[in-house]
């Protein structure tokens, strides 16, 4: 595992990136390319971060339907991140489902939220999980756009 860093002033508007930031937030915002609409979709998701790699998880839902932002990865994998207001650039590469993995982010999520969170949002659920390359922890991210009302752009 690389070495954690403090964020260091790069630029007006730009910082660095650390894993310290991405190991302890509780949450991001990601945002896809709607599949239909070309235009920016944005969730809030829960995560987990090891090694450069943020882990997600999509419900499957009972009729065999994901969620609508795993679908828009699928069609193009390329999304904004944004974690404590600070946005940098991402690619899914892994979207397939696979037991092993998600048995794996079950694991990360439940020792990031703990056991009962955990339960009340993922416990009963199948779930497709979805694997984000980030940027080198030296790369330059930026302050995140913001739309009306604080919403990313």
Not at 53 to 70: A, F, K, P
Request: aromatic letters at 10%.
């Amino acid at each position: 595992m690389r070495d954690t860093c403090a964020w260091d002033q790069a630029g007006e508007g730009e910082h660095q990136m650390t894993e310290a930031l991405l190991t302890k937030a509780s949450n991001l915002y990601i945002e896809t390319t709607g599949r239909h609409s070309g235009q920016a979709a944005r969730a809030h998701l829960w995560y987990a971060y090891e090694s450069g790699q943020l882990y997600l998880l999509s419900v499957v839902y009972g009729d065999g339907r994901t969620t609508h932002w795993y679908r828009n990865l699928r069609e193009a994998p390329e999304c904004l991140v944004e974690v404590n207001g600070q946005a940098f650039e991402a690619r899914a590469t892994s979207l397939e489902p696979d037991a092993e993995l998600e048995a794996r982010v079950r694991e990360m999520f439940r020792a990031k939220y703990g056991e009962r969170p955990y339960q009340n949002w993922f416990g009963r659920d199948a779930m497709i999980p979805v694997v984000l390359e980030v940027p080198h922890p030296e790369s330059p991210v930026r302050e995140a756009p913001l739309g009306e009302a604080g919403q990313l752009r």
